[in-house]
């Protein structure tokens, strides 16, 4: 009978981009068993490196160079920088869509192999509310946002066929410490569901370019995972114990976005600079 280690060896070094967000503050602590160096970076500024298993190195993604210096000496990437809600094309042109290029040039550069791509949601954002979905199902973007996150798909997996780089990306659904309303009872992903998909992601091997839909296990899901089921991913959290909570909210009228499309008010922003 062989047995499975329950903390897969460190990588020598990580590097995780974003590091000052929400989700990277989180990450700062969780990723500490999985590297012996964890490279945090990001453009806000966050706390110094508190011990020899830290490195802060800042970074506006939109500066190739300092992406190619940033990458330097890294085993693999988890890259969570950059805009992470709707905003002008503008704003998201810099950071997601040359940041995300910036990335996996340096990438092929340096040598790295593995990167865990932080996707959203707002890739099939258009979709409506109880159409099931799968890795294959058509995109259907949201939002200037959610464009970017489906270019940064397209450019994992060209970056896989012609350099062999390999990627996950995670379509995230929600990751707070809780579900915020009713649309989240469905796209809720725990920090501990989150900390498990990111192990799977790093330590599984031959993942080519695979999408995952990032979610606990919540009762009523709109995604289907079966195409990323090499990863093994078993969440083990649910939004329904916050049901109770989240049902004292008022209804949300039928015909709000928020109700009606997978993205929910995503699908209502803008437009900008009318
Ligand atoms: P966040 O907005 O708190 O963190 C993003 C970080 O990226 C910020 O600290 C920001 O300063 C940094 N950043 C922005 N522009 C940058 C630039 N030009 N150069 C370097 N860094 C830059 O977002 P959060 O919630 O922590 O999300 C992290 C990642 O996960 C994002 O990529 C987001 O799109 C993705 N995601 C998060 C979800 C969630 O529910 N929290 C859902 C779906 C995707
Ligand atoms: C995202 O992609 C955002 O980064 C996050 O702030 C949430 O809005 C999340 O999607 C969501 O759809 O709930």
Request: aromatic content about 10%; some cysteine; proline content about 6%.
């Amino acid at each position: 009978m062989t047995t499975t280690p329950t903390t897969p060896v460190p990588f020598n070094r990580l590097l995780l981009t974003g590091a000052a967000g929400g989700l990277g503050n989180v990450l700062r602590e969780r990723l500490r068993p999985y590297a012996h160096v964890l490279r945090l970076s990001d453009i806000a500024s966050m706390a110094p490196a508190t011990d020899a298993c830290e490195e802060v190195q800042p970074c506006d993604l939109a500066d190739k160079h300092a992406v190619h210096h940033l990458v330097e000496g890294v085993d693999a990437i988890l890259h969570f920088g950059g805009v992470s809600v709707e905003r002008s094309f503008e704003e998201v042109l810099g950071a997601n869509i040359c940041g995300v290029f910036h990335l996996y040039e340096a990438a092929r550069r340096h040598g790295v192999k593995r990167v865990i791509f932080a996707s959203s949601n707002h890739v099939i954002g258009f979709h409506k509310q109880g159409e099931k979905l799968d890795a294959h199902s058509p995109r259907r973007p949201d939002s200037y946002y959610g464009l970017s996150k489906s270019y940064g798909e397209d450019m994992a997996s060209f970056y896989f066929d012609r350099y062999g780089i390999e990627t996950v990306s995670i379509r995230i659904g929600s990751s707070f410490p809780e579900p915020q309303n009713r649309r989240m009872m469905h796209t809720w992903l725990s920090f501990d569901d989150l900390t498990q998909l990111l192990e799977r992601a790093l330590y599984t091997p031959n993942v080519g370019h695979t999408v995952v839909y990032g979610m606990s296990d919540n009762l009523d899901t709109w995604w289907d995972n079966r195409y990323a089921a090499h990863l093994g991913f078993v969440p083990k959290d649910s939004a329904e114990v916050f049901r109770a909570q989240i049902e004292t909210q008022p209804p949300v009228a039928a015909d709000d976005p928020a109700k009606v499309y997978q993205g929910g008010a995503f699908c209502a922003a803008g437009p900008f600079g009318d």
